[in-house]
């Protein structure tokens, strides 16, 4: 099982970006879906997470400016993120749990992929 985030990039405070969550040897659609962050000299932090069945959750910080989806048809899993700050500059992941999984704990998520770095200038 690979899981890959792309879409990463440097921007500027207020622009936005969208991450993508591509996976081989599993099928995202049937799985819970965490996108996870990582900032220098951090700890890695849950940003988002979608269940199976929809259920969405975020963290309060992103709340109102992220959001996560699904595209069902090509096994998919987005992170829009609108009104960069600064303080969203960190490597970005996803990580795939059961599909009854939902909140940050880190511990439930199986696999995770290769980060996208994310960098948003003031």
């Known amino acids: 099982v690979q899981l890959q985030a792309s879409g990463g990039g440097s921007v500027q405070t207020e622009d936005s970006l969208r991450l993508s969550c591509g996976a081989s040897?599993?099928?995202?659609?049937?799985?819970?879906v965490g996108w996870f962050r990582q900032a220098p000299g951090k700890e890695r932090e849950g940003v988002s997470c979608?269940?199976?069945?929809?259920?969405?959750s975020y963290r309060d910080s992103v709340k109102g400016r992220f959001v996560v989806s699904r595209d069902v048809a090509k096994d998919t899993v987005y992170l829009q993120m609108n009104s960069l700050k600064p303080e969203d500059t960190a490597i970005y992941f996803c990580?795939?749990?059961?599909?009854?999984?939902?909140?940050?704990?880190?511990?439930?998520?199986?696999?995770w992929g290769q980060g996208t770095q994310v960098t948003v200038s003031s």
């Open positions: 990580a795939s749990a059961g599909p009854g999984v939902s909140g940050f704990s880190r511990s439930k998520y199986d696999h």
């Open positions: 040897g599993l099928i995202l659609n049937n799985v819970a």
């Open positions: 979608i269940g199976s069945n929809g259920f969405t």
